[in-house]
């Protein structure tokens, strides 16, 4: 065992898990395990591949296309919707790993906190794809819920979600649902599809180097019938190797009730290669090659340098923080993050004494049990999969034990963003 796993600031910390109570943001970690950035920032990790995302745009059937050419194409596009889903995973649950040698736990923003930037046209694009731009908001803190839009305007596209998180601990590892969902939405198709967020352990906390795991199933539902279901596994599973997906195209959500009926049969490592094949089969690396994730680098985000940010974008209200952190100055780093902890108390002492609730920037809150909320994407999609619209663990389904509670979900308010005054990409 290492010695930083033998360390007394890692055993404190692992008996502090042991007793936790289920707010991971709660935790006081080692300096070593305590990541520079907040979590507001994951968000980028949607778009790194804008040429993935904007792809199915490209893949439209043409005007006298044939019921079957015009099912063909729509076969097309989800194959292209979970490509791009699956370029996302190195990003969302590797990139700590790979720039900073373990997981690490990331900054819990405060309420009203804003990440935002923008992916030039990638090279080689030839302007065929344009800027994307990314808007993210801590749209509330206690539970954390971070909610973002993601907007390409020459291609008509818009990816919106948000993300919150419960976690539970077991012998060895913390397990981690996500609640929420994404929308991705192609104005030109008129086609719209939802996008459910797979549950997750860390593992590797004996040995002090944490790592993601992510295990069950996330799914994609398109507006055109087709539905994608991903499972996930790790080491030890079926090949054994780390980062396992299988993904299963098939006509239709209920068609999905039987794996022989899938159309499209994707496997192999969402961190690594997979292939395709036709079919239920499963495909091996003697197949067509679906993905590479080690041989495509995310195109990073464009954000203004700190000192032409407004003190709510969170690298600019975080930086002495992340200095801190990156000194391993643990004086330090409890100093400076008091200082933004202690401010957003009193804030909101002060709200609760004018009677004046924080107003979100670029996000609302639409309450689907509402009747008179117009009809929209998320209805449909949840519709046609049969996914509960209830606030529940993400990709539970209608009638299921998580079917019950509220229904209210985050959703970009574009009005709101055109008449931003102080906050610029
Ligand atoms: C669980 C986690 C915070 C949440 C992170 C989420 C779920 C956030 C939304 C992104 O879209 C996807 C995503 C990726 C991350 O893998 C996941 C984080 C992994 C660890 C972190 C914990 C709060 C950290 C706990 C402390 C550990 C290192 C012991």
Redesign the pocket.
Known sequence: MSSVAQSSSWTSFLKSIASFNGD??S?T?PPF?LSPTS?SE??Q??GEHPNLLIEPNFLAQSEKATRDETDAMALKRIIAVTKWFISTLRS??CSRNESMGS????LNPFLGEVFLGKWEDPEGAEGKIGETILLSEQVSHHPPV?AYGIHNAKNGVTLQGY?G?RSSISTTS?N?K?YGHAILEYKNLEESYLITLPP?H?EG?ISAS?F?ELEGSSYIQASNGYFAVIEYSGRGWVTGKKNTFKARIFRDAMSSARKENAVITVSGQWSGKSYIGNGSSTPSSKDELFYDAQSSEPQHLVVKPIAEQHELESRKAWSKVAEAIKKADYDLISEEKSLIENKQRELRKTEAASGDKWQTRWFDLVDYSDSSVEPDAFLNLTNISNLSIRNAPSGSLKNSKYDEGEAKHWRINIEKWKAEKEIKI
């Not at 997981?103 to 990331?106: F, H, L, S, V």
């Open positions: 991971l943001s935790l970690a395990i979590l994951y968000s990790y949607w969302q649950y997981e690490k736990k990331p971070t993300n998180i913390i981690v996500q997750l860390i906390l944490p993601v």
